[in-house]
């Protein structure tokens, strides 16, 4: 069974910096790229950033560029998304997902991790 679970959201004041994680299972990790996504309240969800199968190219949204990383670690099924120099408008619940041809598994959303950015 597929799943990915999300984790590492919290509370931080604006400038702030956290980092989520998200372990994956059910499927051949080092052969998907790996995205995050967010969706803040009353908003659509959108695409935050992507990582190469290999971990050697990444985009991301223009909103996030030079403040959000996002790293994997194949051996340990795990994706990873550093946030730095965090604002208010990051202020999202953050998913994952995986994609492979233009497929993302899982086909449902997960539970995410909240971020909240107070001021």
């Known amino acids: 069974q597929v799943q990915l679970m999300e984790s590492g959201g919290g509370l931080v004041q604006p400038g702030g910096s956290l980092r989520l994680s998200c372990v994956a299972s059910?499927?051949?990790?080092?052969?998907?790229?790996m995205k995050w996504y967010r969706q803040a309240p009353g908003k659509e969800r959108e695409w935050v950033a992507t990582?190469?199968?290999?971990?050697?190219?990444?985009n991301y949204t223009d909103s996030v560029k030079g403040r959000f990383y996002i790293s994997r670690d194949n051996a340990e099924n795990t994706v990873y998304l550093q946030m730095n120099s965090l604002q208010p408008e990051d202020t999202a619940i953050y998913y994952c997902?995986?994609?492979?041809?233009?497929?993302?598994?899982?086909?449902?959303w997960g539970q995410g991790t909240q971020v909240t950015v107070w001021s």
């Open positions: 997902k995986a994609e492979i041809g233009g497929l993302e598994i899982p086909v449902s």
């Open positions: 059910g499927f051949a990790f080092n052969l998907y790229k």
């Open positions: 990582i190469s199968v290999s971990g050697l190219f990444t």
